[in-house]
């Protein structure tokens, strides 16, 4: 990467939330590595830079609109299921701006009441969407792969171009699906237990499991970050 590519990513507002969001993730994965006196500010400095991407989520609410109406008027002649699952998918995503907005404002007291069961909501339909970019990246992925006769060697190369796009989306959304799911109040995961402490399931709270580690958190978050870093790259390029 050069310093053009630095300054162009930079200078976009995509390129600059990609750049905080990587930024903000790996600095969680490295917080175990560091000092103890260090740690307390890289977490810091990780939140600080959360707060100021959901403060930068504020303006896209109309982008959002703009992009599920296109989305919404593109879906004639496409396979019907990634149809359906394209269009609730973009109501998805259109819900989940103003259900966070509410609760950020509840956070700073501009709003009253609490902001706790807004934010639950907000991952809720963070990680519906991560399960429809999936499916939706999957589907690609199975029509991509039915034979296609005539086909020329510039096709099927754009094709496979194609197909690893579609399978790095898939690993990204999966890497925030994790998280998403750890910051459920109800995490879907068991925790577990020696077979000799079968007898103490009776008092076993089955919803209360503990939380992933900040290094994990951060670690998958970096992932994500990185390939979606890649991909914004690779679009600016071309």
Not at 72 to 79: F, P, T, V
Not at 119 to 125: A, E
Not at 127 to 150: C, D
Not at 200 to 216: A, G, I, M, N, R
Request: glycine letters at 4%; charged letters at 20%.
């Amino acid at each position: 990467m050069t310093l053009q590519d630095i300054v162009t990513v930079l200078e976009t507002y995509r390129g600059r939330e990609k750049t905080m969001r990587t930024v903000q993730y790996g600095l969680l994965f490295v917080t175990p590595l560091a000092k103890e006196n260090v740690r307390k500010a890289l977490q810091t400095v990780s939140s600080q830079l959360g707060v100021a991407r959901v403060i930068l989520r504020l303006f896209d609410d109309l982008p959002m609109l703009q992009y599920s109406l296109s989305c919404i008027r593109n879906s004639k002649g496409k396979d019907r299921i990634l149809k359906y699952l394209e269009v609730v998918n973009t109501l998805v995503d259109q819900l989940y701006f103003p259900v966070e907005h509410i609760a950020w404002a509840r956070d700073i007291k501009v709003l009253r009441g609490s902001s706790k069961t807004l934010w639950n909501v907000s991952v809720l339909l963070w990680g519906l969407s991560l399960v429809l970019t999936i499916l939706r990246s999957l589907r690609h992925i199975f029509l991509m792969k039915q034979p296609t006769a005539r086909a020329s060697t510039k096709e099927k190369e754009k094709v496979e171009a194609l197909y690893r796009a579609e399978l790095l989306t898939v690993i990204m959304q999966a890497a925030d699906l994790l998280n998403a799911l750890n910051w459920l109040p109800h995490r879907p995961w068991k925790k577990s237990f020696p077979v000799w402490q079968v007898r103490s399931l009776c008092t076993w709270k089955p919803w209360h499991h503990q939380p992933f580690p900040l290094w994990k958190v951060g670690f998958l978050g970096l992932v994500s970050s990185l390939i979606g870093f890649s991909k914004l790259l690779s679009l600016q390029r071309s």
